[in-house]
């Protein structure tokens, strides 16, 4: 059997199929037909009360995604899967198969807890050692393999762009099964019927207005973003909570899982949309929420040009300002754009779109998933997620991109001290302060503290460990903090899997919780490896 799935990976790396191909025209693998390999029993299933078998699936088509959760071409083909799911629901069973890249995401628990910020209702089994991986000879993320009803592999494909091509061939498998097809439906267990509800969801992102002594935070899971003062009291809720793309007042506007958010003369709010790929800008005087970038929809383009009206995004994640420019950090190409705000023009100001760490001009450089963006006015700071690294960018136009932190897409650690010899895992929030860059190294669980004259990097809190605990900052837990802001001598940390706003006192050196208060005159207050560009893809069997 392995034989026959090296075959198949030779073909997966030197076949170039067209984007949108049915399946590839070039060979016909009638003669090499092979039964998927059974999973590997005792590995933990999320989704799912008891381990599945391809056994007992038989009379079901089999779609199986080998992905892992920091990686952003995992995330994008989520939706597509919930196409397909939703269309073939009584023909079809999704499995994921987490194979993870950082060492944090072998853990089952992040494993559910990515599962429910990306709303996952299928089951996924931890793959925490490459067993199954190494079991079906999968080679980069995602990778997504099909298994007709007889439990035979049909065919695999490897990058985004995954409805057409499934589609068309579920489809045929559906004719050409019509008589051994199950169509019985089956009920998962979810873990989302059993988490408890917070009042935060996945807070991702947070800022400060010290002019007014605000903090403005991204409530990612319930779809808003919340105003409020030092003290924890609402303020303002923008976005009626549920996902969509509604522009209009504040209490009927509808967000898709926004991220980024940074504030613009006092009283503008320009949001990264990411889910519905658009900048949003909300206007804290008149209450109105527009669209000023995007389609509302996911476009592949790395050479951004015209009205940022009309231009497609990808993946919009942090925001920050110099001057009148607006400058996104754009996980999904790699690279970051920006936006004159004087005039909606849209234009990109780093990294060539190919996914590494590689330092040069501006728009040679490569980059990797920026996740965070900060500045001091003359250079950019950004978290460079995938590659555990921390950039700077000049914002002159013919200026450069270094490295402070990071060597490679597979090089990460939890290490201090000199710059050279730092490592981070998988950092993603920033919040820049007076020569000093604050990082939440986001799968190291820790708050993190970069010198910018000394060239140095220590913890500020946190001791590695995930969990929710306050107290001294050697002593506290924090489960993948992912959003940071300075104020008063205080960092506000949104962490994330904990749903809280932890604050780390600079001078008393100690963690708390922020505890947020509900205003219930509130008018609208609602309660309530390698990640791949390229897509490859290989069907065993033409289906007809």
Known sequence: MRPIFYFLLLLINFTSCNFKAKYSESFDMENYKVRAPEFKTGLDWLNTDNPLTLKELRGKIVLIDFWTYCCINCMHILPELKRLEEKYKNELVVIGVHSAKFNTEKETDNIRQAILRYNISHPVVNDHNFDIWRQY?????????????????????SGEGIFDIFDYNIENLIKKHK?????????????????????????????????????????????????????????????????????????????????GVVLYKNDILFIADTENHTIRKADLKTGIVETIAGLGYQVYNRFPKGNAKDVGLNSPWDLTIAEDILYIAMAGPHQIWKIDL?????????????????????????????SGITTDGLVLYFADSEVSAIRKADINTNGYVKTLIGSGLFDFGDKDGNFKKALLQ???????????????????????????KNNNIKTLAGNGKEGNS???????????????????????????NNDLIRVLDLTTKKVSTLIIKPKPESDNLQLKDLDIDSTISVFFDKIT
Request: charged residues 20%; negative net charge.
């Open 342 to 370: 004087n005039s909606n023009l849209i234009s990109l100001h780093a990294g060539n779109g190919y996914e590494n760490i590689v330092d040069d001009k501006l728009l040679n450089s490569q980059l990797a998933q920026p």
């Open 179 to 259: 008589n051994e097809l199950n169509t019985d439906p089956i009920n998962f267990s979810l873990e989302k019927d059993k988490k408890q509800k917070s009042f935060l969801s996945f807070p991702s992102k947070i800022i400060s207005d010290s002019d007014n002594n605000k903090l403005i935070i991204s409530d990612s899971g319930n779809n808003r973003i919340l105003i409020l003062d030092v003290n924890g009291n609402i303020l303002q809720i923008i976005g009626n909570s549920k996902q969509g793309n509604k522009n209009g007042n504040f209490s009927e506007a509808e967000f898709n899982s926004p991220q």
């Open 137 to 157: 000879s999968a080679h980069a993320w995602p990778t997504l393999v099909l298994i007709d009803p007889n439990g035979y592999v049909v065919g695999s494909h």
């Open 426 to 452: 998988h950092p993603i929030g920033l919040a820049y302060n007076n020569n000093k860059i604050y990082i939440a190294d986001t799968y190291n669980n820790k708050i993190k503290e970069l010198d910018l």
């Open 470 to 496: 306050d107290g001294d900052f050697e002593d506290a837990l924090f489960n993948e903090p992912s959003g940071l802001a300075y104020l008063n001598n205080k960092i506000y940390v949104a962490d994330t």
